[in-house]
């Protein structure tokens, strides 16, 4: 379908496609945006409290929304790489011209490096302040806590596991620990459990969130072991692998046979 504005006609038809391409190409612009996206919920919270319009409990919000955010963001990071497969699926079956290739959401692999940051970043936030605002940097407070919650002790192990994650995103650590970057980088997934129980955890009895993100991350874990157990060749990439062109860059090398008989 052709629209003629003026002497310009645009084609209607091709603009996923070619919106598609141009995320697979335009990837600063796409960081830059994704970037800014994340960074909104730390704004609002920002603008509200200079406001004074935190709610009736300032502290309580101030603690647990980056705490969710850093959550969310994490479940984001790890559905990447399901949505992707399931979205070329869904393009092949329906005859849908674009996006029937694995490549051709490339996009979404790589946007798990400044995700997967932005959850930290809120982690780190969420640590500062329980250390800050609840503890005070009354240190004996924090081991108190530690042996007498649980749920402190599964938040402090998933922070413990994010944060050389986070430290080794770069492209240098990528080349320096080749291989190992790989396996290092699965540590998102005890990660993301760890996080799920601190937040169970800490929930009063009755109350249904921290189940439906339990939920959440049991379809994203059951899907890598299904896909696993049926050796698709996607599986072997790591959950912060960056998909170049149908490949995986590893260190300074790429994999381009991760994809290969995926084009249709
Ligand atoms: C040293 C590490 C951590 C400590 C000490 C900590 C501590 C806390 C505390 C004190 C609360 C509020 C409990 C309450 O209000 O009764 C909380 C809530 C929460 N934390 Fe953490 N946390 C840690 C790490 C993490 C990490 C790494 C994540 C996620 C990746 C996370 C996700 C959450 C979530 C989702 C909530 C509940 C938010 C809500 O109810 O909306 N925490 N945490």
Redesign the pocket.
């Known amino acids: 379908m052709r629209v003629s504005i003026l002497t310009r006609s645009i084609d209607w038809a091709s603009l996923p496609a070619r919106a598609l391409r141009a995320a697979n190409q335009r990837y600063f612009v796409l960081t830059c945006i994704t970037s800014l996206l994340a960074v909104l919920p730390i704004a609002i919270l920002g603008w509200d409290a200079a406001n004074k319009s935190l709610g009736p409990n300032p502290l309580?919000r101030l603690?647990?929304?980056?705490?969710?955010?850093?959550?969310?963001?994490?479940l984001i990071v790890l559905l990447a790489t399901p949505l992707r497969r399931v979205l070329t699926h869904v393009m092949r079956k329906t005859g849908i011209r674009y996006g029937r290739r694995l490549a051709d959401w490339n996009w979404m692999i790589r946007l798990r490096r400044p995700l997967g940051l932005a959850?930290f970043f809120?982690?780190v936030i969420?640590?500062g302040w329980?250390?800050w605002l609840?503890l005070r940097f009354n240190w004996d407070e924090?081991i108190r806590?530690l042996s007498n919650?649980p749920?402190?002790v599964?938040?402090?192990?998933?922070?413990?596991l994010?944060a050389p994650l986070a430290v080794t995103s770069t492209d240098g650590w990528m080349r320096r620990l080749k291989r190992n970057w790989k396996r290092l980088h699965f540590l998102i997934y005890p990660?993301?459990i760890?996080?799920?129980l601190?937040?169970v955890w800490?929930?009063k009895e009755g109350v249904r969130?921290?189940y439906d993100?339990a939920l959440a991350l049991a379809v994203l874990l059951g899907y890598r072991i299904v896909a696993l157990w049926l050796r698709l060749p996607e599986i072997m990439e790591s959950p912060g692998g960056e998909a170049v062109d149908g490949g995986v860059r590893v260190g300074a090398t790429e994999r381009r046979d991760s994809n290969v008989g995926e084009l249709s």
């Open positions: 309580e603690l647990r929304a980056p705490g969710r955010w850093a959550l969310i963001l994490l959850s809120y982690a969420h640590v329980y250390v609840d924090l806590d919650k749920y402190i599964a938040g402090m192990a998933a922070f413990l994010l990660a993301a760890l996080a799920v601190h937040f800490l929930s969130d921290p993100y």
